[in-house]
């Protein structure tokens, strides 16, 4: 226990800095939490109500698992293409250039037609970038407008 004027000073001095540091990391804490739950119950809403609209509608339960499938999938798609493009904004141009070429290289090395032509592949490697489709998304169409 302090004894003395200066030690019983500097022990209220350092309960209310470990309090106000306590109390900061609590609130990160909850602030992170907070902000997980959001996301979550965000998307938990959208499944309950795609749901109740199903069963309105009489729609077979095949199918209603299938549309559930759908809107999961298609909401992982998108939470992994927003953390990708983060990390990537998170990088100077040269790391994003080399990361792209890391992830893209063993792809385009193994096709037959990049063999041997190395400042095609390091050209092609370079204008890379990566972008997630959604289940059933149009990317190409032949012969369409």
Known sequence: SPQGDFQIIFATIFILAASIINA?????????????????SSFHEKVENATSTMRNMIIPEEL???VLSYLISTQTTLDQQKEFDY??????????????????QESILCNPIFENKVEVT???L??????FYLPEDEICRQGGP
């Open 87 to 104: 990390f990537l904004k998170l990088l100077s141009p040269s790391l994003r250039s080399q990361v792209t070429k890391h992830i893209f």
């Open 64 to 66: 209603q698992n299938r």
């Open 126 to 131: 370079y204008d890379l970038y990566t972008v």
């Open 24 to 40: 900061s990391i609590f609130g990160n804490i909850a602030v992170i939490l907070q902000q997980i739950n959001r996301k979550q």
């Open 122 to 124: 390091e050209s092609i």
